[in-house]
């Protein structure tokens, strides 16, 4: 895997992935930045929810579960002191779906948490990360 990070002016930088893709990160706006794109470390936190929520649609499908929909929205703290780490990661999932199995549902974020998420092995060596989720039908409240 590759990435090149190429800085554009002040503290914003263009990153392109190995597979071609573009986006712009860019500093607060205290620190000089612009605000025309994430933060480094919002990418990091992004990275996380994606891996996860990849492993958990994919691990419900092969399960031939009926996903039609999943959100995972993290809140994290950091370190006081610089390297200022992710110290704490909550994930929350909200899976949509026909009939979906909550122990299901369940056992699929444990899977990605435990076995399959590459950023979930690495972030969870400086975070405690901790999982909740709620399973939601397609046109309404939860089961």
């Keep these: 895997m590759k990435a ?3 800085w554009i002016e002040s503290v914003s930088f263009t990153g392109q992935s190995g597979s071609g893709h573009s986006v712009v990160m860019d500093g607060a706006p205290e620190a000089g930045g612009r605000d025309l794109g994430p933060r480094p ?5 992004l990275g996380l929810g994606g891996c ?12 031939r579960e009926d996903v039609t929909d999943c959100v995972v929205e ?17 994930m929350r999932f909200a899976v949509t779906g026909r009939a979906l199995d909550p122990a ?3 056992r699929a974020i444990k899977l990605s948490a435990e076995k399959y998420c590459s ?10 990360i901790t999982h909740s989720f709620e399973v939601l039908k397609p046109d309404g409240p939860a089961l």
């Design 104 to 106: 299901k549902v369940e």
């Design 52 to 63: 996860a929520a990849f492993d958990v649609v994919e691990i419900l499908r092969k399960g």
């Design 119 to 128: 950023a979930s092995a690495m972030l969870g060596k400086t975070a405690e």
């Design 74 to 90: 993290m809140e994290a703290e950091r370190a006081g002191s610089i390297p200022k780490v992710f110290t704490r990661i909550h």
């Design 4 to 6: 090149r990070i190429k």
């Design 41 to 45: 470390m919002e990418m990091l936190l």
